[in-house]
């Protein structure tokens, strides 16, 4: 089992920056991807970003590349969302996941273990 556990979340005004962390517990997770999602209110959770377990490959969505960079470090079985230029529309609650295998993916299906997310929010 892997236990996840997010933490960096706050409120902070536009175009400031966040750095999230993700913990994870359990298990190594050397070995796996790992994502972030987020899920705004009345709204379906969608995929922020991917790392492939090496750090070699990553994906970032298309409404946060560029500002958004998913990182991780194995040593510490960590891994992080660094968030600059942040907009109102990034406030949501956000995930971390990892999935055991080793590309990145967008589909959450393809995620087996989930933290308790770590709420965002951006003010005007």
């Known amino acids: 089992q892997v236990q996840l556990v997010e933490s960096g979340g706050g409120l902070v005004q536009a175009g400031g920056s966040l750095r999230l962390s993700c913990a994870a517990s359990?298990?190594?997770?050397?070995?796996?991807?790992m994502g972030w999602f987020r899920q705004a209110p009345g709204k379906e959770r969608e995929f922020v970003a991917a790392i492939t377990w090496n750090g070699a490959n990553t994906a970032h969505a298309g409404s946060v590349k560029g500002r958004f960079t998913i990182s991780r470090d194995n040593a510490k079985n960590t891994v992080f969302l660094q968030m600059n230029s942040l907009k109102p529309e990034d406030t949501a609650v956000y995930y971390c996941?990892?999935?055991?295998?080793?590309?990145?993916?967008?589909?959450?299906?393809?995620?087996?273990?989930w933290g308790q997310g770590t709420q965002v929010t951006v003010s005007s």
């Open positions: 996941a990892a999935r055991d295998g080793y590309w990145v993916v967008s589909d959450s299906n393809e995620y087996d273990y």
């Open positions: 359990g298990r190594t997770v050397s070995s796996y991807a």
